[in-house]
Antibody, heavy 125, light 108 residues
């Protein structure tokens, strides 16, 4: 059974770069055809899809984040990562990693399963 | 962007009750609508995909319906473990997904 676990600093200073990793266990990123997503939930607000990455490094980003976000994958560590630059207090949120069900890259039949438990990132000086 | 709304934002119910949560899209999304359950500190859990398909391992008291812009999640005979927040997700505009704000189901 595939499990995901987020990791990274819980506190990031304003204007700095937020860096998170998601470690996948119970399955291999490199041998699967899935996309892997980052999703966040600011306190008291709804979930926001940030973007996703394929094991080849192909990415799709939410235009709302596109200029600040970079995702990467390390198949040797079975991990994928998120970097978000120039963070502000508005980026304070619980960040989740999740696996997309879509393996084609363009199917509308797409849901997230499984998810990680999430990691809280606070942006504050 | 496709906006998703849910109602109610919260509800109180008793064990054994049947509850229905609705999700509305700002434009037609066909049947590309998924439902999740989320408990504090835990990973969100997929319940229903493609409007009405039950994810493996999810109890049959959960069901989904709808199409176009209006969708519903029904929990029949509410169990103690069902008290949680439920949210919907549209995948019509994939890869960009948007989510509903969530409905918190609390114990009466």
């Amino acid at each position: 059974q595939v499990q995901l676990q987020e990791a990274g600093p819980g506190l990031v200073r304003p204007s700095q770069t937020l860096s998170l990793t998601c470690t996948v266990s119970g399955g291999s990123i490199s041998s699967s055809d899935y996309f892997w997503s980052w999703i966040r939930q600011p306190a008291g607000k709804g979930l926001e899809w940030i973007g996703r990455i394929y094991n080849s490094g192909t990415t799709n980003y939410n235009p709302s984040f596109k200029s600040r976000v970079t995702m990467s994958v390390d198949t040797s560590k079975n991990q994928f990562s998120l970097k978000m630059t120039s963070v502000t207090a508005a980026d304070t949120a619980v960040y989740y990693c999740a696996r997309d069900s879509d393996t084609s890259g363009y199917s509308r039949y797409n849901w997230f399963d499984p998810w990680g438990q999430g990691t809280l990132v606070i942006v504050s000086s | 962007d496709i906006q998703m709304t849910q109602s109610p934002s919260s509800l109180s119910a008793s064990v054994g009750d049947t509850v229905t949560i609705t999700c509305r899209a700002s434009q037609s999304i066909n049947i590309y609508l998924n439902w999740y359950q989320h408990k504090p500190g835990k990973a969100p859990k997929l319940l229903i995909y493609a409007t009405s398909s039950l994810q493996s391992g999810v109890p049959s008291r959960f069901s989904g319906s709808g199409s176009g812009t209006d969708f519903a999640l029904t929990i029949s005979s509410l169990q103690p473990e069902d008290f949680a927040t439920y949210f919907c997700q549209q995948s019509y505009s994939t890869p960009i997904s948007t989510f509903g704000p969530g409905t918190k189901v609390e114990i009466k």
